[in-house]
């Protein structure tokens, strides 16, 4: 006989999780009952106040001891709290570039080019769905790292990729690209987390256990069936992948980034690396580690593939969304050799690197939603050419971006490819040490050829111009660029801080 | 009849679902295949359930369909907004993004 035990939830633990719904469900009754005029700012208000708070009770949670929560279904440790403290301040800094609502689409219902759409255009409608929508994923993000059972690990995937898939559709100018980008971020992204689900299937059935700490119990003692858990490693690795966009799984990376709307790109980009990488540091290091010789190999071998194939095929992009979206797959595979390292130093690596790499990318995709001519934003690399010579300041701080993704000293991007890669050595793979630096040397290439194009050649005219960037717009690059610099010049304290701070709860 | 026959089964499923969505051409046929393989893993973790004699693979059975429907309004969402501007629900028209 099977007896029922009633679960405990500890409220107060899991509160920066429940303020972000709460506050999502309160921009969806503000959708509902309150006039159209009043919308907006009420939602944006409403989204940075429950971030804010989301942020300041995370902070009393770290200051607590290290415990599970719900059933052990949720740990709250050190590392749990770095991620979700990144998230949070990554969509902060993104959702001042959200609030840039002439981004959006006014109505996502009406047809492209119908009567339909020229009148909500005309009466200035905007999408203050977008809002709630972020708020949502923002939520299975805070949820996604910290998740130790997987249950709770495939409804946090959900949670955080739903949303996403409306949002990519909801560009205002090339609406049937965006749709379509949706369409196929929504496809494959389905499909991956089918396979995710037939993993957990496995790993249920191999250990009897659903929490991580089960799995690994499973996992040392060597009593199950083998074959489940190589099949559950495999198809449960497949859906994180996909996630973070690494090789053979990145197929809808270039597309979507190209097509979403690039405010929600810059989230998506950043806030979704660091929550699927740090699911899947936690996975690998809390319950799959002792079993290392089954996945380590082909980790190894998709992180090579990873890195090379993104910055070789980013050299021959001509479009800078889809420049930046190989740029991201290459920064997989360097963000890969983390989860391989297996070691302290790897963990505390990779939490630095992520956070790092998540407030550059929402800084580089704002200043490339500033370029513009009378049809949209000019994601053209040729258009951009003198781009240096007409606004030196959002050239300069887009070339600083880039400088960081090449991880030029000076900026957070070298330390965090320094001790990532430092960590990768120190657990033995050379391997990916040579093919590391190798590829960053590649990727170092066409970053500066961008910058190169920007300053010494001569302006185009056709029209392409750099739009004077509204307050929140301009807040977002501030941000992003002091803290990129911040990081490049003086990291001690954020890199003790991480060494002090990142355990992972066992 | 043993266990082990469901698990082939579920397989079964899980791969006939795969193999579709890389074949087929229509959206909703692609999203079809796709619940087939989730129904396929319920299938699978139903059969753990019975095999290790813990309650925990139908609980999550009954969360994956939770989730399945509400794949379901986001996808049917996505693709009908798609056939609307289209008069197509074809994944293979749909390749403006492709270079």
Request: charged content about 10%.
């Amino acid at each position: 006989m099977i007896t029922f035990v009633s679960p405990t939830l500890d409220y107060a633990l899991l509160a920066p999780i429940l303020i972000v719904l709460g506050g999502a469900l309160i921009g969806v009754l503000i959708e509902a009952f309150a006039p159209r005029s009043a919308r907006a700012s009420s939602q944006l208000f409403i989204t940075l106040a429950t971030l804010a708070l989301s942020l300041a009770s995370l902070v009393r949670v770290r200051s607590g001891a290290s415990t599970t929560a719900a059933m052990e279904s949720v740990t709250f440790d050190g590392a749990g709290v770095l991620l979700q403290g990144s998230i949070l301040l990554i969509a902060i800094i993104s959702v001042f570039l959200l609030a840039d609502l002439d981004n959006f689409t006014a109505l996502a219902a009406a047809l492209p080019g119908s009567d339909e759409e020229r009148t909500s255009l005309q009466q200035d409608l905007k999408v203050t769905e977008v809002y709630p929508l972020t708020l949502f994923a923002v939520a299975g993000m805070l949820l996604f790292p910290v998740a130790t059972d997987l249950v709770t690990l495939f409804v946090a995937l959900e949670m955080l990729s739903l949303p996403l898939y409306l949002l990519a559709g909801l560009s205002r100018r090339r609406r049937l690209m965006s749709q379509e980008s949706a369409l196929k971020y929504f496809l494959l992204g389905a499909f991956s987390s089918a396979f995710f689900l037939m993993g957990i299937a496995y790993l249920y059935g191999y250990s009897a256990a659903v929490s991580f700490s089960g799995i690994h119990a499973a996992v040392i003692g060597g009593t199950g069936n083998d074959i489940y858990l190589l099949l559950g490693i495999a198809f449960l690795s497949v859906g994180l992948l996909f996630k973070v966009g690494a090789v053979p799984f990145h197929a809808w990376s270039p597309d979507v980034y190209q097509g979403a709307p690039t405010a929600v790109t810059a989230f998506m980009a950043a806030a979704t690396k660091v929550a699927a990488f740090g699911a899947m540091l936690r996975i690998f290091y809390l319950s799959f580690a002792e079993a290392y010789w089954q996945w380590r190999p082909a980790l190894i071998v998709i992180a090579l593939i990873t890195m090379v194939f993104g910055s070789l095929v980013a050299i021959a992009q001509r479009d800078v969304k889809r420049m930046l979206a190989y740029s991201s797959i290459a920064h997989a595979g360097f963000l890969l050799s983390g989860v391989i390292a297996l070691n302290k130093s790897g963990l505390d690596a990779s939490i630095f690197y992520l956070f790092a790499y998540g407030v550059a990318t929402v800084g580089a995709f704002a200043i490339v939603t500033l370029v513009r001519d009378s049809a949209g934003e000019v994601t053209d690399l040729n258009r951009w050419s003198g781009l240096g010579k007409r606004s030196p300041w959002v050239a300069t701080a887009f070339a600083g971006f880039l400088l960081a993704f090449a991880g030029i000293p000076l900026t957070s991007g070298f330390i965090g490819k320094f001790s990532i890669f430092s960590a990768a050595y120190e657990s033995g793979s050379t391997a990916i040490l040579i093919t590391g630096v190798l590829s960053s040397a590649i990727a170092a290439f066409f970053y500066i050829r961008v910058i190169v194009l920007m300053f010494f050649k001569d302006p185009v005219e056709d029209g392409t111009s750099v739009v004077i960037p509204s307050v929140y717009t301009q807040i977002t690059i501030a941000i992003s660029a002091v803290v990129t610099f911040a990081l490049g010049i003086y990291p001690t304290p954020l890199i003790n801080f991480i060494q002090s701070t990142a355990q992972f709860l066992r | 009849m043993s266990l082990d026959n469901y698990l082939y089964l579920s397989a079964i499923l899980f791969t006939i679902g795969a193999v579709g969505v890389v074949v087929r051409r229509n959206a909703i046929v692609v999203f079809m295949c796709v619940e087939l393989m989730l129904n396929a893993a319920n299938l699978t973790l139903v059969t753990f359930s019975r095999i290790n004699g813990t309650l925990d693979g139908q609980v999550i059975a009954f969360f994956t369909m939770v989730v399945a429907a509400c794949e379901v309004v986001v996808g049917l969402a996505i693709i009908v907004t798609i056939y609307r501007s289209r008069r197509s629900a074809s994944i293979d028209d749909a390749s403006l993004l492709k270079r």
